[in-house]
């Protein structure tokens, strides 16, 4: 990429540049959301030499390939967690427990999948945590099916959970390192493999538990009841087959940003060069231009051991990590309406989305029609309509009411007098919550800088399982059969869509450090 010479240093628009960005005269393109106000002018500077760096590679192979295996995670984040509210009535049915105890063991397992590979992948590298998380949860996910009881059951789905809520908070991380500026919208159209996991889930489950299930609880045996088993293996076994493509088809890189952030920029500017190979372009970045920026400023933030670092020296605790989250005003408050908003959302989606299933068939018993067969299908269509939604959420990241018209379609769905009428309102609810989702797991993986993206990212995980491990607590006192889940769900996502109009980081138009 040509560079305009100045002799100060003020921002010009250069004319070769997508217009994502600017050019820094120092650090080279673009300007990035913290408009050089960044804690660590450093760090900073190595991140704007590295985004240049890839912004010159450019999109390719290697990043269309990795829009493909970090969307293997999106699919099992998404397919995953609906299992609970899927298999929820013939479980029930055959095992006669109290049905939300399943959802709370699920979530349990999502809360420390969150916290474990989203520290972990600022700590040991992203590398070991994109590629273990889908593993594990393919292993117990095959092992669910054949659980014998409902506490074998519910301990395998926690430990399915363990490796599902990794993939989020690391494969937002990992995919936003490598992509250029002017392609990280793709991190929100990457949602479109959240709601194909949603649909996947829902036509498979659509013939096998209406064909395969007991009607009732009353003589409700194993062998007439095979239809969430052969659910559970299938998806399980999907899940291995996604993970064998994504270990053993493509090779993952280590984050440039991350090795750079923990002093090893001999390996940062290795991994550039990979890359470039890859993609068949040049990389002219040199080791010495990527140090300039800590020599020029007078100070070294690590000795060079020539050996690759099993723990960052620079986050030998994880607490490190989350401190550089609130290092000023701005960023601290940005942080904690980030973890307020997912926190909310994982509260009012695990209250709803966990029992709709349920929902949806008792509602449709006092319709007239509440058989599996139709529940499912009405699943199904519930999930096709979300699919547009990844699309849309490009759009919608310019809109600030997706939270609230998400809260309106839930409670417009507690008039619905018909089950079709009840169907209409969830579709507008699949809509608009997919855009949601889509838009926000973006702007979080934006705002947070790259060295400590996986902590951030862990966050909002983790608010958002500690607050879905409260959802099925909740079920548990209130009364499913009737419509105050989705009151209380439709008056969390109001109140979230009115939170995030206060984030005091605009991502549009720049990129991530």
């Not at 994109?130 to 393919?138: D, P, S, V």
């Not at 190979?277 to 000795?303: D, S």
């Not at 990212?457 to 983790?462: E, R, W």
Request: hydrophobic content about 45%.
């Amino acid at each position: 990429m040509s560079q305009t010479p100045i002799k100060d240093h003020t921002v010009v628009q250069h004319p070769d540049v997508h217009p994502y960005g600017q050019i820094d005269p120092i650090a080279g393109p673009p300007i990035d959301l913290y408009e050089n106000a960044y804690v660590d002018p450093v760090y900073q500077a190595k991140a704007h030499i590295l985004n240049r760096s890839i912004q010159d590679i450019g999109m390719g192979k290697y990043q269309w390939g990795l829009f493909l295996v970090a969307g293997f995670g999106w699919f099992a984040d998404s397919a995953w967690p609906s299992m609970s509210g899927l298999v929820l009535a013939p479980v029930v049915n055959e095992f006669q427990f109290n049905g939300p105890f399943l959802s709370l063991a699920s979530n349990i397992g999502l809360f420390f999948g969150g916290l474990v590979w989203g520290l972990g992948c600022d700590i040991w590298g992203r590398r070991w945590s994109f590629n273990l998380t889908l593993l594990i949860a393919g292993i117990f996910g095959v092992a669910s099916g054949g659980s014998p009881n409902f506490v074998t059951l519910a301990i395998f789905m926690s430990f399915v959970g363990i490796g599902v809520g990794g993939n989020m908070p690391v494969d937002a991380a990992v995919f936003l390192d490598f992509v250029p500026g002017s392609h990280q919208y793709l991190l929100t159209i990457l949602s479109i493999w959240w709601c194909l996991g949603q649909l996947l889930a829902s036509l498979i489950a659509w013939p096998l538990i209406s064909g395969y299930s007991c009607s009732s609880s009353v003589d409700c045996d194993r062998s007439d009841n095979m239809g969430w088993r052969y659910l559970l293996f299938v998806l399980g076994g999907l899940t291995l087959i996604l993970w064998t493509l994504r270990f053993f088809a493509f090779t993952l890189l280590e984050s440039p940003r991350f090795l750079s952030g923990i002093g090893s920029d001999a390996e940062a500017v290795d991994v550039m060069r990979k890359l470039a190979e890859y993609n068949g372009r040049p990389c002219p970045l040199t080791v010495e231009e990527l140090e300039a920026p800590g020599k020029i400023r007078g100070r070294e933030l690590f000795a060079s051991t020539g050996r690759r670092r099993v723990l960052s020296e620079g986050s030998g605790f994880a607490i490190d990590h989350i401190r550089a989250l609130f290092a000023t005003p701005k960023m601290a408050w940005s942080t904690s309406l980030l973890i307020l908003v997912w926190g909310v959302i994982g509260l009012a989606s695990t209250l709803y989305n966990n029992f709709l299933p349920y929902i949806l068939t008792t509602r449709g018993v006092t319709f007239g029609d509440g058989s599996l067969y139709i529940t499912y299908r009405n699943q199904v269509i519930i999930s096709v309509v979300g699919i547009p939604a990844a699309l849309l959420a490009g759009w919608a990241v310019e809109v600030p009411y997706v939270g609230r018209l998400t809260g309106t379609f839930l409670f417009a769905s507690t008039t619905s007098r018909t089950s079709n009428e009840l169907l209409g309102w969830n579709c507008g609810y699949a809509l608009f919550s997919n855009i949601m989702y889509g838009v926000l797991y973006a702007i979080s993986s934006e705002i947070f800088p790259a060295i400590h993206r996986g902590t951030g990212n862990c966050l909002t995980s983790t608010a958002k399982g500690v607050f879905g491990i409260m959802a099925p607590i909740i079920a548990l006192y209130a009364n499913l059969s009737t419509a105050v889940p989705v009151y209380v769900a439709g008056s969390l996502l109001l109140f979230a869509g009115f939170v995030v109009l206060l984030l005091p980081y605009e991502p549009r138009g720049k990129v991530s450090i």
